[in-house]
């Protein structure tokens, strides 16, 4: 495994799941591009990370899944120590960073918060977290996915500042 080395250019005060800030570093090679958090990485404020091209898989891989607490990809075979390596080399960067928040990729084994799928790869969901989310809130840090980050935004900035109290 490669030492801890979360890259140039990298520093900033939110983790951010790789593929939500355009990389291309999904299974299936593609990206998960949110435009917003592109930006926060683009204006320095955020950093990214991918736990399982950290944990040393390649890209393109084979779709993974949890079940319990073991990872296996879709040929049977247990990618756990993978998935863990890389949820550690993930918390490494938080702490390096100084990162108190994560905005993590939905439903998947790695990045997940409160629904993954199902580990029968029908697509069908179950509760849970994936191996890097979980760890990084037993951490003390605080996770959100993409939608439930866009929704926080959107709140943020539909309240009105210069409203008067209310008494
Ligand atoms: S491990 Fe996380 S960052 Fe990497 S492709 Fe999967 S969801 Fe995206």
Known sequence: M????????????????????????RWDGGTNLVPEIKSLVDSGNAVVVCPEELGGLPTPRLPSERIGGRVVSSDGRDVTAEFRYGAEEALWVCKEEGCRLAILKAKSPSCGKGIIHNCLFD????????????LLMESGIAVMTEQEWLDSQAASSSAAPNDPPCS
């Open 2 to 25: 490669e030492e801890h080395n979360p890259g140039p250019g990298r520093k900033g005060k939110i983790l951010v799941s790789a593929c939500l800030a355009g990389e291309y570093c």
């Open 123 to 134: 697509g069908g969901l179950v509760q849970g977290n994936g191996v890097t989310a979980q």
